[in-house]
RNA sequence: GGGCCGAUAGCUCAGUCAGGGAGAGCGACGGCCUCUUAAGCCGUCGGUCGGGGGUUCAAAUCCCUCUCGGCCCGCCA
């Protein structure tokens, strides 16, 4: 069959039936396709997890991202779906961060903590080590609040796990147990996965933390069944290209005192959490998943969870690295563009390598735009976006209600609804993972009713409003400049210009060519040549006289000529005394738009 | 060495599952509004769809192969 045979027919919600294969616009709609198959018990379990060792960064949220879009589909389909999250905190510090950060989201270098507490601390579980900032239980605490945060900020909800809360509560002492007792069977699947592993050998599958030095250590040398306790020597651990010195003590250890090895920590999260679905970075996919499947059908009888497997994106061509510097967090990435946008980022295909460039971060946001374009405008319209990446309506169709952030939809906006109480608390429900089955419809049909009205300015032209800090000055101009339709809705204008703060904080980290801002401090110091200022002052009086965006713009020129100097130097000292810089928007409109007696006094240099 | 994933315009990316016209935005370049300054409008340039081979009437799309990149096969997650 051809697409030229015309008889495709028209794509019903984003899926088409061709023999026994759904096809789906979307790709979270095939992940939830494959974990309804698996005819999961209620509620369906969505599971992410991070190590919370460096300093939580947008890679982090990617991964509370891919599963709340499947759960997501998951609770439009009508099930109870219950999104958890780990923070993997009993895992050992293995190195000394480059830089920490508070929980206020500033970056602290080396210089401004103890590197030698951490040092001192290598290899005990970040929950056990002292928080260099002071302000958190521990290190792991810290680093766990930071990365609740990031999930928090982009609107994720979870039910949050700290593993060492875990660990100690017993969560996986069943499971430790289980496989100490028969340690001949985990040697024998593991072998088959690391070479470092012998079939015959003396592995252990479970790291005591030395009730002497603290350290997470290797060194098991029996299993007691009874008492479910293993008796160890505290070891040397590896730690990267480090080895971090065991003490030597001869203990006895509780299974609640220490860790599983991740590749058995987590197929007993899948137990323990009775997990569905979990998205993974393709870091796991060819290591500790294979044997993780293994461990979890053979030897603890549990249905491994539905795999994803998901790239890494690169920020500004590079991997994201602490050591390098090269990270950006959610919080920060949140200041640069709305939540929306960053959620739609992780809602594109997940297997597809793609860098996030701070630079081009308008590029993401015009497709956002597209993005929601397309769904407004349904599968059936002409598309006047054509084959633009995002412009997909019927991917938009599935994904749109998802990616774009409930928290965010103005309360204005929902009093406008037939019954805004209704429409209040669906969102609500929406915005705390809890919906009712018809919650999705009725969000669907907001959407596409009042919310329909809705107002995106360009990214680039709201990084150029954020000249001025005047809310009343930048709507005027988007209006003048007809961004704003006359008939928006004043909660649309509001969201619209909510834009600008971030797109102008896009200019100033990036100090692009949108960068400029209105100088409306000291006059700056600035030479002006005689015959240019005599121009300026005359430019002044029609502003005075109230001349409108064109008649001052004339006068620009009209005034050059006069004086006989160029209409460039004219324009470069206006731009020097509004702008500090030789350039900037159409001079003409923008000065008549700011307040009339500011601009009749810079351009006669008086303030 | 073995494996997984990827490569489409200068940049950021759609399109690949289901074969049929190579696309978008940005950038660049040119033009327009009494006006060199755009944040508006119009237009142009820009691609052997990483290379090669195969299947097919037809391949960015399916198959094989090679190259390059990321990751895994140690630790850790």
């Not at 030479?527 to 006289?545: C, H, I, K, P």
Request: net charge negative; with cysteine.
């Amino acid at each position: 069959m051809s697409a030229g045979d015309g008889d495709d027919g028209v794509r019903v919600g984003g899926d088409d039936e061709r023999g026994d294969r759904a096809y789906h616009a979307f790709w979270a709609d095939e992940v939830a396709d494959r974990v309804e198959a698996r005819d999961p018990e209620e509620p369906v379990v969505v599971k992410g997890g991070v190590s919370p060792s460096g300093v939580p960064h947008a890679g982090h949220v990617n991964e509370a991202l891919r599963g709340y879009y499947v759960a997501s589909v998951l609770r439009e389909r009508d099930h109870d779906v219950r999104q958890v999250f780990t923070s993997d905190d009993r895992d050992p510090l293995r190195s000394i961060p480059y830089r920490l950060m508070t929980l206020d989201g500033e970056y602290v270098e080396r210089d401004g903590f103890d590197v030698g507490a951490l040092g001192r601390n290598l290899g005990r579980p970040l929950t056990d080590v002292p928080d260099p900032l002071g302000c958190c239980d521990s290190f792991g605490a810290h680093q766990t609040a930071l990365l609740r945060q990031a999930v928090d900020a982009v609107g994720v909800p979870v039910d949050f796990y700290s593993a060492t809360a875990l660990y100690e509560d017993g969560a996986f002492a069943d499971v430790a147990a289980d496989l100490l007792a028969r340690p001949a069977e985990v040697r024998a699947l593991l072998a088959e996965f690391q070479d470092s592993v012998d079939a015959d050998g003396d592995y252990w599958p479970f790291r005591p933390r030395c009730e002497s030095c603290g350290i997470v250590t290797g060194g098991v040398r029996s299993f007691d069944a009874d008492t479910r306790t293993v008796r160890y020597v505290c070891e040397d651990i590896e730690a990267g290209d480090r080895t971090i010195e065991g003490c030597g003590h001869e203990g006895v250890a509780d299974l609640t005192e220490g860790k599983l090895p991740w590749r058995f920590e987590w197929p007993a999260q899948w137990a323990h959490f009775r997990v569905d679905f979990e998205p993974f970075g393709k870091d796991h996919a060819e290591g500790s998943w294979p044997s993780g499947q293994e461990i979890a059908r053979d030897l603890l009888d549990v249905e491994p969870p539905e795999p994803l497997v998901y790239e890494w994106f690169t920020l500004d061509g590079a991997a994201l690295s602490s050591s390098s510097g090269n990270v950006i967090t959610a919080g920060e990435l949140l200041e640069l563009v709305e939540s929306d946008a960053l959620r739609y980022f992780f809602a594109k295909e997940p297997r597809k390598q793609r860098d996030l460039a701070v630079a081009s971060l308008d590029g993401l946001v015009d497709e956002f735009d597209r993005f929601e374009r397309a769904y407004f405008r349904g599968v059936d319209a002409a598309d006047p976006d054509q084959g633009a990446a995002g412009a997909d309506p019927a991917t938009a169709e599935r994904a749109y209600p998802y990616v774009l952030d409930p928290r965010r939809v103005p309360a204005a906006a929902t009093s406008a609804a037939d019954d805004p109480g209704t429409v209040d608390a669906t969102l609500d429900r929406v915005a705390a993972a809890d919906p009712d089955p018809a919650d999705f419809g009725r969000l669907r049909a907001f959407l596409e009713g009042v919310f329909r009205e809705r107002v995106r300015v360009p990214y680039r032209f709201a990084a150029v409003l954020g000249m001025t800090e005047r809310a009343d000055v930048r709507e005027e101009i988007a209006r003048r400049e007809g961004h704003l339709p006359d008939d928006a809705p004043a909660w649309a204008v509001d969201l619209a210009l909510d834009r600008v703060d971030h797109a102008r904080a896009w200019a100033d980290r990036t100090g692009n060519r949108f960068d400029y801002r209105v100088e409306r401090g000291a006059l700056p110091d600035v030479d002006v040549d005689g015959d240019v200022a005599a121009a300026l002052a005359e430019v002044a009086s029609v502003v005075a006289n109230g001349g409108d965006g064109e008649a001052v713009q004339g006068e620009l020129y009209e005034a050059a000529d006069r004086h006989g100097v160029e209409a460039a130097d004219v324009f470069e000292a206006g731009y020097r005394l509004f702008f500090g810089d030789d350039e900037g928007p159409r001079l003409g409109p923008f000065l008549a738009d700011l307040d009339r007696e500011f601009v009749v006094a810079r351009l006669r240099r008086e303030r």
